[in-house]
């Protein structure tokens, strides 16, 4: 083989690892069983939330730890519910 095909070769290789890690986290990758828990029952709620973030999930994710943490004895929606009224209380400021 020549250089070219060997570099061809590891590149293709490389860009196939990268697209599995990716459809990794896609598909669900490793998810703390604890966020899973506190998923909304309005499915709405998190399609806003992640509308307001512009799709950031870890962002989301870390918002509703803090508020969970703040607030524990509330449902998973009061606390997808917050963290929304929060955010856009605060970009109206």
């Known amino acids: 083989m020549t ?9 293709l290789c490389l860009l196939f690892f990268a697209w599995q ?4 986290r896609q598909i669900g990758g490793k ?3 604890i966020e ?3 998923r909304p029952q309005h499915p709405q ?3 806003k939330l992640l509308k307001l973030l512009g799709g950031n999930r870890k962002t989301a994710e870390r918002l509703i730890q803090q508020s ?6 509330r449902s ?11 955010l856009e209380r605060d970009r109206w400021r």
């Open 68 to 73: 969970r943490l703040r607030n524990p004895d």
């Open 45 to 47: 709620l998190e399609r």
């Open 21 to 24: 890690q990716r459809r990794h």
């Open 3 to 11: 250089g070219a095909a060997i570099a061809i070769s590891i590149g």
């Open 36 to 38: 899973r828990q506190y």
């Open 31 to 33: 998810r703390n069983p």
């Open 76 to 86: 998973a929606d009061w606390h997808w519910e917050k963290v929304i009224y929060d």
